[in-house]
């Protein structure tokens, strides 16, 4: 039997990728994927752009959720959302049993976490809060949503001018990831991807050349994955590195430097050598590219949507579709 | 008197940036500021992109050239790109007289730098030869190019969706820049953008965040050099850091992230905290944001031309017109 990839779904559709608006490629990756709708637990759910999107993603039987906060700033806020049909009245009149009243962000994160931990959610969103008081309650030893694993973020990004979705990590988790936090990068977003359908992931170990350096520790490092790839350690990963982000990306480039290889020109994650390195390759392709992200932080119980204050809409709502997608498989 | 700036030049044109072709206005704001062609000196010019360049900037008044490689081959090619209209009669009748012909990468190194010492060429161009064989000579103590200064990589980056032409620097040389370095790494890339009418240079310092985090070094140095900009230590350059890219390059995103300053949502020149960073970014909008680029070696007694063996025509040519557009103020 033949797994579902997203590159067969894209064929599958009839048409190019190219032919389909990148905002629409998301998200019908993301929304035909989901089978059963999970619940997503949000701390600080007092807050417009996040309402928004769970109310979406509920409305169409994508997530349930539980919202954890202000109780009267969330009802405040659903009333408005009704009011500009961002709220279904049956949300509105459904309200009120979602809501765990939390005076403030210590309380929620800690009775977000709880819901987690007993199964009442099966995936966690930071609202309005500060992130690090959600991850301090994420990674604590008694209570918290540890699995002896790295804790990692991986984004989604949907470009006009690539074939396909493919991620990026970690541009917003790990600061300078070891050889060691590497590996485990890679087996984080195999996980994510897997959980989108693919049958095998494509890795490339991003640097700024295509041969190893010495004086360039990270080309040490993504030739040392590769050996680990080749040797079968890897799972489902086929890793290549080093890779220049042209070569990763694009076919004809790597055609031209005489870069072969599965990944080379196909690439559905990069592997990037520091946190500065991927958050500048999301946010060019955002600001100028056209980009759409999902992010998903993974590697704890369950998948954590962290998207920051300036995240509109569509990325929350995105993300929304990730997690579920990632903690219903 | 009011200087010409980039900006400037786009406005009285009489039309948004946006509606140019984004091949057309590199090419526009480097052809339209060169007054005077200074003369190339090609290092094994005895490639065929490297000569089309040259042969198209010369036959526009826009450079002169010496070419130092292996004659018959030279003449070969010229040709050949004769018969494809990319070579005058002209140019072909005066062949014989500008090259110096060379057996080898050495000794066309050897004879390009000393013709740059000499002054008979003023820009120094790496045709089809290895990188480090032409750094080697240039770096050379008694008969180098060496000024004291810190050589940096600096690429001119043209994309449809950003406002303006803008830099990033060092997407290629200097690979993990320290505090003393990414000060030399500014003052260089300042020296180019003045090259081309700027009176004053916006530098972002780029980060994966907006705040000094003492765990992530290079958000310390930008705040480190953006106390320098402000008592006035670096002359005509703004510096704004640490942004986030989103925040330097967009100003709807730095308003919605409350981050003011002249500098954000408006950078002039990108200052990234690694080679890989800088790589990333320019490659990712070269491969998926239709991107054009000029690279060009500044810190040097002349601008060098480094372009990679994958570079095209029109990225060989943009350089060529960068560097001599440099060499001339």
């Known amino acids: 039997m033949e797994m579902k990839t997203i590159e067969n779904m894209s064929k ?5 990728a190219y032919e389909i608006s990148d905002f629409k490629m998301l998200e019908r990756v993301l929304r035909d994927s989901i089978k059963e709708p999970v619940t997503v637990a949000i701390a600080c759910a007092h807050d417009y752009e996040s309402l928004k999107a769970i109310f979406k993603a509920e409305d169409e039987g994508l997530a349930d959720y539980l919202l954890l906060g202000i109780k009267p700033e969330i009802i405040n806020l659903a009333e408005r959302l009704h009011k500009e049909g ?3 009245q049956k949300q509105l009149d459904e309200l009120i049993g979602r809501i765990v009243h939390c005076e403030n962000g210590e309380e929620a994160a800690v009775k977000a976490v709880e819901a987690i931990r007993s199964g009442k959610a099966q995936v966690l969103f930071k609202g309005i809060m500060q992130t690090k008081t959600l991850l301090k309650e994420v990674v604590n030893k008694d209570r918290g949503l540890g699995t002896g694993s790295l804790m990692s973020s991986v984004v989604l990004l949907d470009v006009p001018k690539y074939h396909k979705i493919f991620a990026v990590t970690d541009p917003g988790m790990v600061m300078y990831p070891d050889l060691s936090d590497k590996v485990d990068l890679v087996k984080n977003a195999e996980k994510l991807m897997t959980s989108f359908g693919y049958e095998a992931v494509k890795v490339a170990g991003i640097c700024a050349i ?7 520790p990270e080309t040490v490092d993504a030739a040392r994955i590769e050996e680990m790839s080749t040797a079968g350690e ?4 086929t890793f290549q590195g080093p890779l220049s982000m042209d070569v990763a990306m694009n076919k004809e480039m790597a055609e031209h430097k005489k870069t072969f290889g599965s990944v080379a020109g196909n690439a559905d994650v990069l592997l990037v050598p520091s946190i500065a390195t991927g958050n500048v390759i999301v946010k060019s392709l ?3 590219a056209d980009a759409k992200m999902a992010g998903c932080v993974v590697g704890a119980s369950c ?5 920051s204050r300036s995240a509109d809409f569509s990325e929350r709502y995105y993300s929304i579709l ?3 997608l990632s903690a219903s498989r």
Chains 1, 2 share one sequence.
């Not at 295509?210 to 360039?216: D, G, L, P, Q, R």
């Not at 998948?303 to 998207?307: A, D, F, G, K, S």
Request: aromatic share 0%; charged share 15%.
């Open 210 to 216: 295509e041969v190893v350096n010495e004086k360039m």
């Open 86 to 88: 961002a709220c279904s």
């Open 234 to 237: 890897l799972g489902r990963v």
């Open 322 to 324: 990730a997690c579920a």
């Open 303 to 307: 998948p954590i949507v962290l998207t």
């Open 12 to 16: 599958s559709s009839g048409s190019a």
């Open 286 to 288: 955002m600001v100028l």
